[in-house]
């Protein structure tokens, strides 16, 4: 069994810039959740994904974006980056909506100079 | 006052001691906590998980959840190098998503 696997492991990206993140789910979990997790932090919920529509968002502007695909992986796309977007960017996916066990991936690192 | 609240430590202690780690929080209406634990440069990695008040051991690590004082707690016993970590409390309401804490750094000394 796969765990959730997520690209790049860092991005150095400078302000104003797009960035897209990317994570393939555990194998046969259907839900996708997003987190910010800033230095010395806990990861904030960014948002969750369920067979390919949002579920869920946390307070995070417009310009943070997501897709699911049909086989579960997902993106994260952040528009007009902020020098306060610097964080770990953690993908966690579940076997189905409402479980509460997920499954962290290693995370990527974005700076945005 | 923020959510969910912990001492961000460090917190330094010798190999083989019984370690405390704690959070509080501010909305009554949590229902199931987690902890996590957090190696430099990697995922969360859940460690326990329970509903409502009341105790859970397993193995090594027991959490204590305490919602008359909205207080709870992750003690570590015979405490490992291998247990030196960042360890998070996570909590929510039925239907909601996780909230969590910022975490508190351990280091087991050998």
């Known amino acids: 069994e796969t765990g959730v696997t997520q690209s790049p492991t860092h991005l150095i990206k400078t302000r104003g810039q797009q960035v897209t993140l990317r994570c393939s789910s555990q194998s046969g979990h259907n839900t996708v959740s997003w987190y910010q997790q800033a230095l010395g932090q806990g990861p904030q919920f960014i948002f969750q994904y369920y067979r390919e529509e949002e579920n869920g968002r946390g307070n995070f502007p417009p310009r943070f974006s997501g897709l699911q695909f049909p086989n579960y992986s997902s993106e994260l796309n952040v528009n007009a980056l902020e020098l306060d977007d610097s964080a770990l960017y953690l993908c966690a996916s579940s076997l189905e909506l409402g479980e509460d066990t997920q499954y962290f991936g290693p995370g990527t690192r974005l700076t945005v100079l | 006052q923020k959510e969910v609240e912990q001492d961000p430590g460090p917190l330094s202690v010798p190999e083989g001691a019984i370690v405390s780690l704690n959070c509080t929080y501010s909305?009554?209406?949590?229902?199931?906590f987690m902890w996590y634990r957090q190696y430099s440069r990697k995922g969360p990695e859940l460690l326990m998980y329970t509903y409502s008040s009341g105790n859970k051991e397993d193995g090594r690590f027991t959490a204590q959840v305490d919602k008359s004082s909205k207080y709870i707690s992750l003690f570590i016993r015979d405490s490992q190098p291998s247990d030196s970590a960042t360890y998070l409390c996570?909590?929510?309401?039925?239907?909601?998503?996780?909230?969590f804490g910022p975490g508190t750094r351990l280091s087991v000394l050998p």
């Open positions: 909305n009554s209406a949590f229902q199931y």
């Open positions: 996570a909590m929510k309401n039925y239907g909601q998503n996780f909230v």
